[in-house]
């Protein structure tokens, strides 16, 4: 419940982050899984289970995303022809109201971006308060910047998302020839002609900040 809360209410990150910090401070060691196991072979307990459950769910989604992104995509282009249509149909009628221009397929396409950003920046949460680790914010940022050809809108916003969440930390004497990849990436990105001009200047906003 507090997983789908945070995702869904990006603006409470911070304070959901700290929830769960609380929560993997206070649960009992009496609470196990069995079937999630140390490296010595032993059941996780208490508040290490409750970490690796989060964990967990956060690279699911994480990973899941993506793939939901491109469907939710798909079904709205898909529909795009038929709700045009719509619109010019009803663009004569008394008593139309802007909501009805729109499909299912839109909404759950706003929908999955919405959670997209709040998840992105719930994980920056939970980093800044050592629930993740450096390798793990890496992996991420790697992944966001993984299409510097043809990358996605959503894709330029959470990794924007992400830095300006966590782009100090991370900028630390170990991580600097990482830091100047992600850089110079973000650099190549505003100058690609897939990348719109808002997307552009929010990654030249990002690169200052951080």
Known sequence: LVFERATDEATWSEMYARLCRKMMERISHDVQDDGIKNADGKPIAGGQLFRKYLLNRCQEDF????????????????????DEATAKANAGKEGVGEGELYSDEYYAAQKAKRRGLGLIRFIGELFKLQMLTERIM?????????????PEEEEIESLCKLMTTVGQILDTAKAHAHMDVYFARMKELTKSPSVNSRMAFMLQVRSMLC
């Open 63 to 82: 990973e899941r995303g993506w793939a939901q992104k491109e469907n939710s995509a798909a079904a709205a282009l898909s529909k795009a022809t038929e």
């Open 138 to 150: 890496h992996e991420c940022v790697k992944k966001l910047l993984g299409n510097v050809e043809n």
